[in-house]
């Protein structure tokens, strides 16, 4: 799998209306993928993402405003065929949500971001993931697999007490 690092402005970073994450809602429907580019189909995708209390998309968006963006974990973007200069979310539409969420805060007067901050929301350091190459054709569902399936082992009371 290969996964070349790049600078994208946020305006260009598409959130996955077909996300597995909202597979079990009642008012998900699946979106044709030629059509995610659409603002309509942002606008639900988010909205999605920020009514579910199960995503605790607020909460993020809160962590991201107080302690910053970190870039621990990378958020992974695919081309996006149906427009050119556009990508997909593959892991990360949560934060990317939160990120968005918050620049509208800040375009309606709901918060005051410093301009490092703006800077650093706006123009996001991501993982390129080009699905168009032969070695990363199920590269997207292993990402998502390893992410989500298998995930980061829990550390037990002992160890998170020990390092608080």
């Given at each position: ?10 305006d ?8 597995y994450r ?26 999605l ?36 200069g ?59 697999a ?19």
């Amino acid at each position: 799998m290969k996964l070349n690092p790049i600078k994208i402005c946020i305006d260009n970073i598409l959130l996955d209306p077909n996300n597995y994450r909202f597979h079990d809602l009642r008012s998900w429907k699946k979106v044709n993928s030629s059509r995610f580019h659409e603002p309509k189909i942002q606008e639900g995708t988010a909205k999605l993402l920020r009514d579910a209390v199960e995503f605790e998309l607020s909460a993020l968006k809160d962590s991201i405003r107080t302690n910053g963006f970190v870039q621990l974990e990378q958020i992974v973007v695919r081309p996006y065929e149906a427009a050119e200069g556009y990508y997909v979310v593959v892991e990360g539409n949560r934060r990317i949500a939160a990120i968005k969420w918050l620049l509208e805060d800040q375009e309606s007067g709901v918060v005051t971001l410093e301009q490092h901050e703006i800077d650093e929301f706006t123009n996001l350091n991501v993982l390129l993931l080009d699905t168009n190459e032969a070695e990363n054709i199920n590269a997207t569902e292993v990402i998502m697999a390893i992410r989500h399936v298998s995930g980061i082992k829990a550390w037990g009371a002992y160890q998170q007490a020990r390092l608080i």
